[in-house]
């Protein structure tokens, strides 16, 4: 894709957790195209720089040094943090502190947080629930529940201070899906950097000011998944993971638990309900 | 009230936050009812310690020593923490790490939890709006957003651990209401008391394992809450703020943010949204 | 003091150490001055708000809080942290953390720092010598180590950011003298009023872009300290303990040590040079 | 170099950071010359001991650690801690607090402090300046900041505690002059090696019992620093960074902030002040 | 008594804990012997300081504040801490970290340790065991937990630097003993000052360098505690709870864990052995 | 060893230390005998896991983590921790904090703890003292005062709460003895794995309920360690160390100190005692 003013923000945008995998992918599709980056992550960044790109060491949890790296941006893409299930000490402070800093900054810079936000939100939500944007939220963990509480601080940031949120819930962002549950969440590295793309430069979020997209590739079997502000960011994914099907259909846990809810392994990590109850 | 079996909770009854205002009401009164309880807070316990009742200094973020006083016990009512709006670093400790802890607790001793949640996680609805149980989350500050989390955090132990809960939203509960706005949110110490008792003692939370009590009195004003889990649990408020209408009827705050929201008051700290947008 | 428009500063000023002596003193007298104050402190105010003031209970320590109190401010008035001598564990948090957070905060807002320096970042020069503003830094012990620290800082912010400073250097600011060293370093509460309302108010702080204050009344003993910069924001202290000399001119210490330096009596605190060399 | 004991410390020599680029080439040196060295750092030493070296890992927070590791020893070579520009938060705890415990242990042992400060602490006078050793410190970031505090600690030790003080300005110390900058401020391993034996060697520091030395090696390009403690130590660089000129001379950064400033590169991050006064 | 130059020890005494029970009781009558005291507490000394004395705030656990504290001293009199049975998170800092840096002063100024231990560090003893000095420690609670722990330390650093120590196994110090169990456990205030006048000025404590003093007045009651130290260092209880007998004989506890085992109270808080072994 | 249920653990088995050296050896060695494994490490674990083992990151400080982890465990072998000599502050997170989560953990589910103590909690005797199971405590650092501390808790938890615990005191657990001492102290892996395996599934642990062992094969040379509770749980080692002896035995290290005492070079390091008196 070549640079055109249509397709550069006008300022800089803020990557957090920029030497994570997603981080990576992004920042180098992202530089590619042109735009003004503003790189950070608690460990160094391991490939080359893009053109135009700056990275500064920082830990999430420092707020000083978080709002400062954030001046002058147009928009966060908030992917810092922890992106696993882990002990709840473990996620707090990257995942709720860093992410309050990540949220000032938007509030302080009046710049628009794209929310690498999480399908672990609302996985204990079952596959045989069609939910919209406004389903209730069901974390399936500790990380799901932050990032859960960070869509609720959007949500705040947004009612008090008129901050712009993207609540990007990713599916399963991989290079290729692996098992049967992809063929549903599967979110293919393009697909994402279109997501951001758009996320980023739609002029607007709708009169709400926030919009939740549902982060999985054009897959024909995800069927949980419905009604979101795709139109309003005017993203449409590309990409597929159908043709994996024949490889991976019977690929299943065999574990009931995963199979029923929509947060797969997550959910049954830990798992001690002895009477399941209707949702 | 007598004590009879049924008015008795069959384990102790651990109440954190024993040393604030609505603990020591709660201590004294269901002490009086002869349940056995075990209090706990940061500072000592101001009040002569009913029969049945021990009282241990603890913090919320000791983990271990939260885990360990709620040993035996059946019911959690967690009142701990801090109760208005503070700085995000003000609350995290107490009311993020404080509530894991409690939950904790309440998953290993298969307890249910009777959680102090607060209006102000719904505080950014505006007042016109009707909410029944299912509404969405809208915390007004820190202090709601860390409510809504607890809220959260049991649906997530409901789902993943079975755990019980009764989300009890709290309107305003002190001795008298004191403004117009309370003319609609004040929960009386008596309907307290008889929530408290009606949540611990009720044999089940119904299928799906939580309920959420609108905590007010029998307010004629009160027209923005509706559904809750009321009758599961058997409670019916007694008290009413209605006879303090002529007195505080007019008495409200002349600024339209926190005339137009049902968070009042914390809905304006800090408000900066220039250009209002519809929810 | 009636209010004008000229004795009135444009925009909002941020006092922090609100609660503590000079603290109270300065929000009685900028309050009826008729100002805009931004309160903060750790501890409550203690004493009845002045038209006009807001108070936040906040740590130093916590930096967005920090940031965000200071938000639409024109002037900080940082007289918060540790005012006397403590081990440098106690000093550290307040006076270090707590003052890269005030400069931070003047950074983001583009705002005038105040910052109430002491003698003691200057204390281990001889009573004997005579000091212009450019004199070298010499601290007398951790207290005094933490207002040179903040001095350079302050000299950082300026090259780097632009950040004015005016860099009051406090004798002794009590209600009134009460030893002889006074009779020198006295500063009247009134005098420290006109002194912070001066350097408020002045338009410019010269072309360097900070000033160092002597912060002495007009005392006939004080022949210690004699270049600053108050013609440059037109301050000319109007008492002098001049009248207390009778009463405290005998009453020195007695410890050679103490007397030999301008810190006085914080010099001499775990003092252990065994052969004084000359500076 | 043959050992011989006039080139040989009485007693053993602490040095921290002895894992780091300096610290590893002094420890070969020095230790080569036949010291008693004591290494410490917060990782391992990577090379083989010299004969006569003790390494223990310990953090320069850890006080205790700090002043036990420093029994018996008569000179305290401070490398260690932080060594370029990082948020202010990363460089309180090894650079704020780590150089307090190696005073500390400076004062308890009687013993003198060489101490690796920087012409960070300066870096914000001109290039068209000449300073000598008695120029206002002029930080150019957070970590120039440290070490002028380190200096300005070191001066309250010398003042209070009789501490002697070797305060060693570092340019640019690398195995080679890498751009046009290092023609004026390289300092060559040997001639650190020959100032670092000579600042732990020398009788006595002067009357005022601490030097400043400026950092650097022999080069006609240095014309920014002048007068400073050399004679008192005995030291003559005996390298130049004449002889990478024709190669470097051109190698300038075309930003004129960092081509002003004595500071470099430093200077130039995150600087935002628009209208640049005069000094 | 007064002073003569025996009964005062030729250097300083250091003594934490100052402003609590026992450290204000010692303050008042070692002061009254004319010792030279140093006096530290995290609070502030509520009494008037005796001629000869200084105080200093100081927290336990700032290691480096505490080792300067006790430069100079030869005796450090370490009271400090929690005193009573408190969750483990709360004893481990002031207990555990506060007592290393006492023991660390100690062997850097080569001074004798008088440590408050405690009964409870052997509480699980039973009552019907007569110990001797040679015992096995049996704490009874973290509290006693971290006594045995310190009193371990004293072995460590008796054994590998040479420290000597005196444990004092306080038994119940009180202005007067209030139940049947202090019959035996009783120590008055004059007796305990006795034994620290004793513990201190003792030219020696033998040849292993450390002893064990039961720390009980002459109650004939006292038949749990048998051979100790106390000739060593020259104490003989003077004062007996026996004349206390028969108001409080009767005044047991009713439980059988307390009654059981000497540490009494401490040892049946949140007792849970169900099936009790022998010891 | 083929698995039978005789020697397979009723309940899982959690190992904590997993990712180290011997942790490693265990997993392999016990998850080849067929049991039920929780690994939990703060690092990943190196090694392919043996069919019936998990692995779960955690913080051994991270006290809620560790007790859930322990769920539903009948054994609790500690491993975790720091393993050999370090200062004070680095010890004190993972081996006393880190002990206490483990032992609340085996409180909690009454399982029985199988502490790696060691010989450094008893280094202090000399090398020509015969020791039985109730010698003294008698650390030779703060890695062995952590050990000490950690049999001391475990008394606690046995005489308060029932808790049994074997308290095995290691040698050296090497692939092979490496010097002289260790033709004492060796205690093969295979020596190691018996002797956790019987104190596993011993069926009881006495009438005190709880043992000492002394870690070590079958060596003729291990004079210093005699009577302890190998028959409690019928353990006998068959290695031995005897055939290393004739490269081995001339191989030791000339330090008086380290010759002199059990805990061999542990009791040298920081030595300083000057005038060694008996024990």
Not at 42 to 67: M, N
Request: net charge negative; with cysteine; charged share 20%.
């Amino acid at each position: 894709m070549s640079a055109s003013p249509d397709t550069i923000p006008q300022k800089p945008v803020l990557l957090t957790g920029a030497s994570g995998a997603l981080g990576r992918v992004l920042t180098k599709a992202l530089g590619a195209q042109g735009w003004t980056l503003r790189l950070t992550d608690r460990v160094p960044f391991p490939d080359p720089l893009p053109e135009g790109a700056r990275f500064q060491l920082a830990d999430l949890e420092d707020g000083p040094a978080i709002l400062r790296l954030a001046e002058g941006c147009g928009t966060i893409l908030h992917f810092g943090g922890i992106s696993v299930e882990h002990p709840f000490e473990t996620v707090i402070g990257p995942n709720i502190r860093g992410l309050y800093h990540a949220y000032e900054a938007a509030r302080r810079e009046r710049a628009r947080m794209v929310f690498a936000s999480s399908n672990h939100a609302i996985g204990f939500h079952e596959r045989k629930e069609v939910l919209d944007d406004d389903c209730a939220l069901a974390p399936d963990g500790y990380y799901g529940l932050s990032k859960a509480y960070g869509e609720m601080m959007g949500g705040l940031y947004r009612d008090k201070h008129g901050v712009e949120s993207v609540f990007l819930r990713i599916g399963s962002c991989f290079p290729e899906p692996i098992d049967a549950r992809m063929l549903a969440t599967w979110l293919s590295y393009a697909d994402l950097t279109r997501l951001i793309t758009c996320a980023t430069l739609a002029p607007s979020l709708g009169p709400k000011g926030s919009v939740v997209i549902w982060g999985a590739s054009n897959n024909s079997r995800m069927t949980w998944w419905r009604r979101d502000g795709r139109d309003v960011i005017g993203w449409a994914p590309q990409d597929s993971a159908d043709s994996y099907a024949p490889a991976l259909e019977g690929k299943t846990s065999g574990n009931p638990v995963i199979e029923r809810y929509q947060g797969g392994g997550f959910t049954a990590l830990d798992y001690s309900r002895t009477e399941p109850t209707a949702r």
